[in-house]
């Protein structure tokens, strides 16, 4: 007799989908794969999203186009009309009967004022009310237009990156991205929501604000980073170096992120003389004195000749992927990473996790405009919600949850740091010998006291934990570690995949010494295939998943955003967290998820191979123009004497013909404008450059705040460019209280950034602790394993156990 099948995590969640756009459909998309019933509620023309293709490609009257055929696997669809009160009443039936809504601007169904997140969330208070906008619900921005380019501008994320000529401006991160990471937060809130809930019938209003997702996805910490050193710790974003490069035969991606990997490199190229080792920090610098050798090293040489010198030498690289050449990758290949949509039968990337025991649900077809309308009429669910909760108990999503923290840099800490946030005792995991990277690279002087404690980054990403230092290469302090295990809930890790089987501490062992354990292993090409063991930062990810691709000026090479590859890995691990929670919840089962950094990213550069293998179009880079808007652009305003000057450039973007008549308006109606050429998207596509010209010459003629108020108040997406360590003087960040002041015992206040979501159910303030100083609660962890004074003192004495690095 053959088991039963094991049922997806959320096999039992129903959740109610009001929400348009990549966000929304996205975060729907990641509870679908986890079992959930998704209802799409949709007007009778449908989700815009239906007919939206990257490449413009045509899509058939009564078909749909093939991102909405990915995003919207295994769906319902139930068309309603929002003016009709019997409509509206099926929906809130629908709502009495569901767990979840995920809600988002855009259609008519969303707009009516019984199905707004706060009026849902008064009358349904057992719902989770899941709110995806721009700026949040609350605040002077809550009904600013906005744009994934002009979001990007305000969070800072723009500044610094693809600057060639004096003149020429900085390029946006291509492609969606921080609508995809927007609703991967969206989905992990959701879930973070509902397991608060479980069993106590309380819902809550889930506030989510792409602008914050954009500034946690595209900055690294840039505010505290100001705060601690009293200077940005860089006035531009620094590109990698040497980055892609051309090779005889294509583009290869190399970069050095430690002075160690610059080291490598320079004796690779045959150079020992380029290693600093007064500065080991100068690594840009010397990097772009010496650029014309480097190129001419590696044009000398072909893409596969180059890569395996690189790797041999444990320097980071990558492939430089797009739509048309990644599903043929090696690694990807072996590791079947892109299979057959269920429908139209293109190419689309598979989850961004893998769980075992618990399983994922096989994609189903993404259903046609109305598919169960009947259906669901006919069935008019009827209310599971027989009375309204009592008072919320003050519980935090992941109170009780203990969770071993052996991640390091920015990816494996982002993710425990919102368990951290949001009530989990994580205790993070370092060495003397190794500690974790983040406190090595704020470029303060080794000379300094204590200097391995004043790095923002670390503090940015490590508040709310404990730390414990453990050699884990001896034996004993192998045999703590395993102690340690033994009482923890959670492991998360991010080594590349030999360290630990080396230890003989893979899933299996860590099963073996507490069943019910649930391990997170973040590597960076995961835990199988070609590239399994190669090294990987957030840069070479974001070069082999496809995001370097898009990213850039059309006449250069690509640039890496050296950005978002970490933060989206690490809240893509969170959600398969959560799943795993609810499973373990379910059967009392461990479970081992496999979150590599590089399936999250081939998850959010999503449109390249589907755009490719369904219509054979090939997404290129365009600088600052995109699919999403015309005009969309970045321009000087008069607050700029020379390139470089905070705040000197502007962003608009003009997404419809309501706001291009809306631009002429508040330009006051120029004779340009009225061109009927310029009435429609595609006239204005084609007429870029002419419209570039007008508006370059009246933005020199105005200040940023000028142009930002008068084009918001005419309703046109509008942003100022703005220095990342400026971010917290935005009015809407501090209504929201993005930013919560951390006293640290060395560095004294400084304000750090939280999370792009607001609970109504609390916590009020996220940051509860400082980020530890090194091995803080070494005998705090220890002693709760069962060490004396003497035998932790003993540790200490061996170099087991330390509170300095150890050189």
Not at 648 to 666: H, K, R, Y
Not at 681 to 707: M, P, S
Request: proline content about 8%; aromatic content about 6%; glycine content about 10%.
């Amino acid at each position: 007799m053959s088991p039963s099948p094991v049922e997806p995590p959320l096999s039992d969640f129903v959740v109610v989908d009001l929400s348009t756009g990549i966000a929304g459909a996205y975060c729907t998309k990641l509870l679908a794969d986890g079992g959930a019933e998704i209802i799409k509620v949709e007007p009778p023309e449908g989700d815009p999203l239906r007919s939206w293709s990257a490449s413009g490609a045509t899509v058939a009257p009564g078909d749909d186009g093939a991102l909405f055929s990915y995003l919207s696997c295994s769906k319902k669809s139930v068309v309603v009309d929002p003016g009709s009160p019997d409509d509206i009443g099926l929906v809130l039936g629908l709502l009495e009967s569901a767990d979840a809504v995920v809600w988002s601007e855009g259609s008519a169904v969303a707009g009516h004022p019984a199905l707004s997140p706060k009026e849902i969330h008064r009358t349904h208070p057992h719902l989770t009310v899941t709110s995806i906008t721009p700026f949040g619900l609350d605040g002077p921005w809550r009904d600013r237009p906005a744009t994934e380019f002009t979001l990007q501008a305000w969070s800072g994320g723009i500044i610094g990156l693809g600057r060639g000529a004096p003149d020429r401006a900085p390029v946006f991160v291509g492609g969606q991205v921080g609508a995809w990471a927007s609703g991967a937060y969206a989905a992990a809130g959701t879930m973070a929501s509902r397991l608060r809930g479980l069993g106590s019938g309380h819902g809550e209003l889930v506030d989510l604000s792409m602008l914050e997702a954009h500034v946690l996805c595209l900055t690294y910490y840039p505010v505290t980073c100001f705060d601690v050193l009293g200077r940005p710790w860089r006035s531009v974003r620094s590109l990698n170096m040497p980055g892609v490069a051309v090779a005889k035969d294509g583009l290869i991606a190399l970069g050095c992120a430690t002075a160690q990997q610059w080291s490598d490199f320079s004796a690779m190229v045959g150079h020992p003389e380029w290693i600093d080792k007064e500065s080991p920090f100068s690594i840009t610098e010397r990097a772009t004195e010496v650029s014309p050798v480097i190129q001419e090293w590696i044009g000398s040489r072909t893409v596969a000749e180059v890569r395996e010198l690189a790797t041999a030498f444990r320097i980071p690289n990558a492939l430089v992927a797009n739509g048309a050449n990644a599903p043929a990758m090696e690694h990807f290949e072996a590791r079947n990473s892109f299979r057959p949509n269920p429908r139209g039968g293109f190419l689309q990337p598979g989850p961004p996790y893998r769980l075992d025991p618990a399983r994922l649900r096989s994609p189903r077809p993404a259903p046609r405009l109305g598919e169960h309308t009947d259906n669901i009429r006919a069935a008019h669910r009827t209310s599971r919600q027989t009375a309204v909760p009592d008072a919320a108990p003050d519980r935090l999503p992941f109170s009780g949850l203990r969770v071993l923290d052996m991640t390091a840099f920015w990816a494996g800490p982002s993710c425990t740091h919102v368990l951290a946030m949001l009530g989990a005792e994580v205790i993070h995991l370092e060495s003397t010998s190794r500690p974790d990277g983040t406190r090595l690279i704020a470029g303060v002087p080794v000379t300094e006291d204590q200097w391995w404690e004043k790095s923002p980054i670390f503090s940015g990403l490590n508040t709310n934990k404990k730390s414990l230092t453990l050699n884990f290469q001896t034996e004993r302090g192998l045999e703590l570690l395993r102690r340690l295990v033994e009482s923890c809930d959670v492991i998360v890790e991010n080594y590349t995949p030999r360290v630990l089987d080396q230890i003989g501490l893979d899933y299996e062992a860590v099963r073996a010494i507490r069943p019910d354990a649930i391990m997170i292993r973040m590597p960076g090409f995961g835990l199988d295939g070609p590239w399994r063991d190669n090294a990987a930062f957030a840069y070479v990810i974001e070069d082999a998943a496809g995001l370097t691709w898009l990213t850039g000026h059309p006449d250069q090479n690509p640039l890496e955003p050296y950005s978002i590859g970490d933060p989206n890995a690490g809240v893509h691990a969170l959600n398969g967290l959560l799943l795993a929670l609810e499973h373990r919840r379910r059967t009392g089962e461990g479970v081992l998820v496999e979150a590599a950094m590089v399936d999250a990213a081939l998850n959010v550069a999503a449109e390249q191979v589907i755009e490719y293998s369904a219509y054979g179009a090939l997404l290129q880079r365009a600088g600052n123009r995109g699919p999403v808007a015309a005009p969309q652009n970045l321009y000087l305003t008069a607050d700029t004497d020379e390139f470089g000057k905070e705040d000197s450039w502007i962003a608009i973007a003009v997404a419809t013909d309501e706001q291009w008549t809306a631009l002429g308006n508040a330009l006051g109606r120029p004779a340009w404008t009225m061109s009927p050429e310029l009435a429609t998207a595609d006239g204005r596509r084609t007429h870029h450059d002419h419209i570039d010209e007008h508006l370059a010459v009246w933005c020199r003629r105005h200040g940023a705040d000028e142009i930002v108020e008068r084009l918001w108040d005419a309703g046109v997406p509008v942003g100022k460019v703005m220095q990342p360590h400026r971010q917290a003087e935005l009015p809407q960040l501090r209504f929201r209280g993005f930013f919560e002041e951390v006293d640290h015992p060395v560095n004294g206040p400084a304000r750090h950034s939280t999370l792009p979501i607001k609970l109504s159910r609390g916590p009020d303030r996220r940051h509860t602790r400082h980020a530890p100083l090194l091995g803080q609660h070494n005998h705090e962890v220890l002693a709760e394993l069962g060490l004396t004074e003497r035998e932790i003192a003993t540790l200490e004495a061996d170099g087991v156990i330390g509170r300095a690095p150890a050189w």
